[in-house]
Every structure is written in structure tokens, then in C-alpha cells.
């Protein structure tokens, strides 16, 4: 990684979580529009098929502390496995030449 | 938009699981092709940033809240609606493993509707209306468009569930959806006008013009190099 990209992975960490910390304070607690939705026609809740250990992105016994953390949590899984899979994914040679 | 478990027939989800997988297929085959390492820190940071500006629910109208997505994004920065594809893969099962947010069984519709919809409809609208009313105005109605259409389909995929009666569901969805839309819209394109400022080498459409000059200068830095 060229260090102008370390820099872009930095910044773009750093503003995932500023949004990680201010989000259990600012974001909407309502219903988002498939959750209103599903109670404007009678669906009540269902229940997932399998147990996660951060369900609705929190951590038991901890509040905004636990959904800051879970997010966090959740931010750094996600960047490093998309990270880690588009290596696997990517051109491995490079462009033939257009003749 | 996370479709929960419960809300779709499991042999339905089975059908939305075969689509992710053909869709998979496609994606692996463009990423050989077209993914530059270059721009696996480039994916690797939309995926987060999507992860984070999904926790991010925004109050519309009629007591709803609304995140930004973000498929049309991935899809115009690279100028693929298959890096959405991969995108949206990897964050809903981190979502629906980790977090409870989407479920596993859903999986394969809600990739369908927020990266390969949103994805292609992002991405064609915004190629289509980019020169009659120019590039940001394109986003915007591009990412607008994205999310709407994301949300109808959902609405018809929980009414072929039996979950939603078709009208109701068209119109709640639809309602909702032109409010979170417009968030979409404008976050969009506000990250869009950033990498344009910050980090233009990495937006697609700037590449195929800046090749030419840019692999020469990659080559003559390479010889002065040694």
C-alpha cells in the first residue's frame, strides 16, 4: 500500500467511527421504513434464525458505551474482511495491451 | 431496508440465494478482470463507511427513520454494479452474523435489492443522465432512484411472500422510501464531491482518461526509480 492509500484507510476509519460514537446519541430510534411498513399491514416482529452475539448493535449491560463499542466492533470486522477478500479477488496480472 | 428472517418463505429465499450466487459469479469474474490492488483499500473502506452510515438512522416524515445505503455509490466509483455486488455481500452477513440486522436467510434478497438493484439502477442512471443535466444532479436522482426502486422491489418480494398485500406495501415502502431517498441523494453525493477533491485517482471514470498520461508517468518513475 502506497502511503497516500495507508492515509485514505486512516481518514476513512477515523470518520466511521466519529459516525460509530455520535450515532447511538443522534440516530432516529423510530422504526426505519420496512419495520413501518411491516406494522402499517399487521407484520409484527420475527425472531432471526440464528443468535448473534451483538443483536440490534449492542452489547448486554452496557448502553451507548456497548452500541459504540459493538459498532466499532462491527466497523473494523468489516473493513478488514473486505479488505482481506478483495486481495483474494483481485487482477492478479497486469492489463494485456490493447493491440 | 434489512429484510428480517421469517418475512420470506424459506424455498423463496432459496430462489434469492441462487440469484446471489449467479450474481456472485459475474462479480469474482469483473474483480479478476478490473479490481486493481490499487483499489482494495479504496472497497475495503466503502465497506466500512456503509457499515458505519447504516447505524446512522435519519427521522423522515411519519415517525420513520431512514440510513443512507449506499449501492449506487459503489457502483459509480467504480463504475460497476458488480463491486456493489461484493460490497453489499460482505456487509449484510457481517450485519446478519454479528449484529441480528438482516437475516441470514434474507440474505440473498437483500443483497438483490441494495447492492445488484441499487447497484445497476445507480449506476445506468447516472451513466444515462450524466450529460443532459451533468454529473452531481446525476448522482443525486441516480441515488435517489436506487433506493426507491430497492424498496418497491422489497415491497413485491414480501408481497410474493404473502407478508405485504401488494398496494399497501408499494405505497408504504414507497412513501418512506422517497424521504430516505433523498438522504441517499445528497450523502451520495457529498462522498462522491469528497473523493473528487481528496483522492481523484481513485474514481473509475477519472481513470481511463488519466491512463495514458498515468502509466507513463508510472513507467518514468519506475526508470528514474532505478
Redesign the interface.
Known sequence: ?ST???Y??VV??I???V??V??PF?????????E???E??G?G?????????????SIEGLDQIGEIA??A???????????V???L????NPPETSP | MHIPDGFIPLWQCAIYYVILIVALYFSLKWARKNLDEKAVPLMAVLAAGIFAIMSMNMPIPFGTSGHMVGGALVAIVFCAPEAAVIVFTLVLLVQALFFGDGGITALGANVLNMGIVGGFVGLYTFKGLRKPIGKYPAIFIAAWLAIFLAAELAAVEMWLAGTFPLVAGLASMGIYHFFIGIIEGVLTVVVILALEKLRPDLLAWNKNKNKDLGEQKAEESEVTAK
Do not use: H, Q, W
Not at chain 1, 26 to 34: C, I, V
Not at chain 1, 45 to 57: A, H, K, L, N
Not at chain 1, 75 to 80: P, R
Not at chain 1, 89 to 92: D, P
Open positions: 500500500m497516500n492509500d495507508k485514505f484507510v476513512g476509519v470518520i466511521c467511527l459516525i460509530a455520535m450515532s443522534l440516530a432516529s430510534p423510530d422504526p426505519d421504513g420496512l413501518k411498513s411491516a402499517n399491514v407484520v416482529e420475527t425472531e432471526p434464525v440464528i443468535g448473534s452475539p451483538f443483536p440490534d448493535y459493538a459498532l466492533i462491527g466497523i473494523i470486522i468489516t473493513l478488514i474482511i473486505a479488505y477478500v478483495a486481495m479477488l483481485r487482477r492478479r
